[in-house]
């Protein structure tokens, strides 16, 4: 996959892009700065606890089970073959707080919990394809169901499991408060993403996929 030339960092918290100095297709809210800067701190030991079990945990729990009250979207994301293949089991785990996922293949599903609490949020079949990995119905838990949540799995995937800086879902509207919708990014994505839009960014990233 061919990558957008990346603006140069700065040295500023955030910035919105200049039309000069942006790559996307889209208004970008550049904010590096401030993720590769986030420091969580766990809000009382409990947390903090659970977080450290959930380090060592294998998520027996979430094999087979669907996620509670979920309701299943008809997806189709397609991704090139991983350079190893996938194996059941545990494929990202959070090695530090500011990283917000956990992200597991279980007999043909990939399962995004939550690092902090282990809670799964997305569940997606997953398929191989001539070209690479295809995913579809995406089981979306009741609390996160929204028009974003295709394309919060598709920026999950790139950044977690390719590590590929592609851009992340916000709000409509978000960008207008660019310190909030930095707040809510980290919260909900953590220090792996750097560009938040308002756009659904699934096809840009794919047409920049097949023009490479």
């Known amino acids: 996959m061919s990558q957008p030339i990346l603006p140069e960092a700065s040295e500023q918290t955030w910035r919105l892009l200049p039309d000069g100095d942006n790559p996307f297709p889209f208004p970008v809210l550049d904010h590096r700065q401030a993720s590769l800067g986030l420091r969580s701190r766990p809000a009382d030991e409990a947390t903090a606890a659970r977080f450290e079990a959930l380090r060592g945990d294998d998520a027996p729990d979430l094999r087979r089970r669907p996620i509670q009250g979920g309701q299943v979207l008809p997806v189709r994301l397609d ?6 293949p996938l194996a059941d089991g545990c494929l990202f785990r959070a090695d530090r707080p500011e990283e917000r996922w956990d992200i597991f293949l279980f007999e043909g599903h990939l399962v995004f919990r939550r690092s902090w609490t282990g809670e799964a949020i997305f569940r997606a079949r997953v398929s191989a394809i001539p070209e690479g990995l295809l995913l579809t119905e995406l089981e979306v838990h009741p609390d996160w169901l929204s028009r974003m949540a295709p394309a919060q799995v598709d920026f999950l995937v790139w950044s977690h499991l390719f590590g590929r800086p592609v851009p992340h879902p916000v709000p409509k509207g978000a960008l207008q408060q660019p310190e909030r919708a930095i707040g809510w990014s980290l919260q909900t994505y953590g220090c792996l993403a750097w560009f938040a839009v308002e756009e659904d960014p699934t096809a840009w990233v794919r047409m920049a ?4």
């Open 209 to 212: 996929a097949d023009e490479g």
């Open 79 to 84: 991704y090139p073959a991983p350079t190893t």
